[in-house]
């Protein structure tokens, strides 16, 4: 990789690290859009998987003490079936419906009525949570909006939220990193070298938004994710309609 866009790695998961720390997700969807613009799909799934795995890895040890370890172990059962499935499936995306999944995904927050999705903390909702998260996760790169929806009607309050969601999709892009890397081409180096660079900003970036999270009341930290994800939302899905059209 060139210098110039090692640079732009490094600011990118910087700014994006930190937004995902504030808010818990949309930190995902911007840097997605910018890493596979200017990389390969494959290529970009596992330099987002390395970056946000550490992200949420960190803020999860940053707020472990409010991570509900209970949905957690249920998630993971999801998680594994929905690796085994595209295990065998053996699907990749193109550039189109990466930015048009990017697009869709915060609308399901809106579109699906809360009432008929399980919630992470009720009977088999951490499981059903697992397997469409990560079914997503391989599909768009991303699923913060998406994983919301099963902590819509959480009692949980702000911090409990970002912690657990943190832990559940730390897991979710080391499963999408381990599953996109036996398919990434390049200059193995120079990748490894991005890699180093994503984890260290991730970390930066991280620390850092816990003083602003902090700081945040719950119904601000509610309202404007909303409103983020759907701006973030409605830009992709103009440009992966665009970008499809244009073949």
Same mark, same amino acid.
């Given at each position: ?19 995902? *720390? ?55 059962? *999801? ?29 399901? @927050? ?16 951490? =499981? ?11 599909? @768009? ?13 959480? =009692? ?9 969601? @943190? ?7 080391? @499963? ?15 990748? =490894? ?29 509610r309202r404007w994710t909303k ?21």
């Amino acid at each position: 990789m060139q210098t110039g866009l090692l640079a732009v790695l490094a600011l990118s998961v910087l700014g994006t690290s930190f937004l995902s *720390g504030v808010f818990g997700m949309a930190g995902g969807m911007v840097l997605m859009g910018i890493l596979i613009a200017v990389v390969p799909v494959s290529t970009a799934m596992v330099l987002h998987g390395t970056a946000q795995m550490t992200s949420n890895g960190w803020r999860a040890i940053l707020w472990r003490r409010n991570v509900d370890f209970r949905i957690f172990g249920r998630y993971i059962l *999801g998680l594994l079936a929905a690796g085994l499935l595209f295990s065998f499936v053996g699907f990749v995306p193109d550039r189109a419906m990466v930015l048009i999944s990017l697009g869709i995904v915060p609308f399901f @927050a809106v579109l699906v009525p809360a009432r008929y999705v399980l919630q992470a903390s009720s009977r088999w909702g951490a =499981e059903v949570c697992g397997f469409v998260n990560v079914s997503m996760q391989f599909i @768009a790169g991303v699923s913060g909006p998406l994983l919301d929806i099963f902590f819509v009607r959480s =009692e949980m309050d702000r911090r409990s939220v970002v912690a657990t969601k @943190a832990a559940c999709q730390t897991v979710s892009h080391l @499963a999408k990193l381990i599953y996109f890397a036996q398919l990434m081409q390049g200059d193995s180096g120079a990748e =490894e070298v991005a890699m180093v660079i994503a984890v260290v900003m991730a970390i930066t970036g991280t620390t850092l938004s816990k003083f602003v999270l902090e700081k945040l009341t719950d119904s601000q930290f509610r309202r404007w994710t909303k409103g983020l994800v759907m701006t973030i939302g409605v830009v992709y899905l103009v440009q992966g309609i665009y970008v499809l059209a244009t073949r």
